[in-house]
């Protein structure tokens, strides 16, 4: 059965072993590709990440190991994620090991609020964070969602 979380990072973007040197860094790593393929220019790109990032200043979403930076936005045709991995820590001196970063349209809160709850009750499972930690591959963190 292919989840909604399965169904978006399949058309996403999934790092394992992602490092980079910031969380805005590391939104943007996991959104850009996504969206440029979608059609949206540099300057929208950074309207979005911006967009995250203001989200983020509201209420933080990084929770222990897990970071679920979102926004909803306009000018996208559905949600848009990625996903990174990184045992050691996505970037320096953070906790986070597991970031799923995405948006939605702007009208679309109610799928978005139920993309936001599977994903955190997915990314949740110990034993499954464990295993996606271990993952050294796109295709096996995929498999295991």
């Given at each position: 059965m292919t989840t909604p979380l399965l169904a978006t990072l399949e058309r996403g973007t999934?790092?394992?072993?992602?490092?980079?040197?910031?969380?805005?860094?590391?939104?943007?790593?996991?959104?850009?590709?996504?969206?440029?393929?979608?059609?949206?220019?540099s300057d929208r790109i950074d309207q979005i990440v911006e967009a995250?990032?203001?989200?983020?200043?509201?209420?933080?979403?990084?929770?222990?190991?897990?970071?679920?930076?979102?926004?909803?936005?306009?000018?996208?045709?559905?949600?848009?994620?990625?996903?990174?991995?990184?045992?050691?820590?996505?970037?320096?001196?953070?906790?986070?090991?597991?970031?799923l970063a995405f948006v939605s349209p702007t009208d679309a809160a109610g799928e978005h609020l139920r993309f936001l709850s599977s994903a955190a009750k997915t990314l949740r499972d110990p034993s499954l964070l464990s295993r996606i930690l271990e993952a050294p591959s796109r295709a096996d963190v995929l498999a295991l969602l």
């Open positions: 999934v790092r394992v072993d992602y490092r980079t040197v910031d969380f805005e860094s590391a939104v943007r790593g996991l959104l850009a590709q996504s969206l440029i393929a979608r059609g949206l220019s995250v990032q203001r989200r983020e200043e509201t209420g933080s979403t990084c929770s222990g190991p897990i970071a679920l930076p979102h926004a909803r936005v306009d000018g996208i045709p559905g949600i848009v994620a990625g996903l990174g991995i990184n045992a050691g820590g996505i970037w320096p001196q953070a906790d986070t090991r597991v970031m």
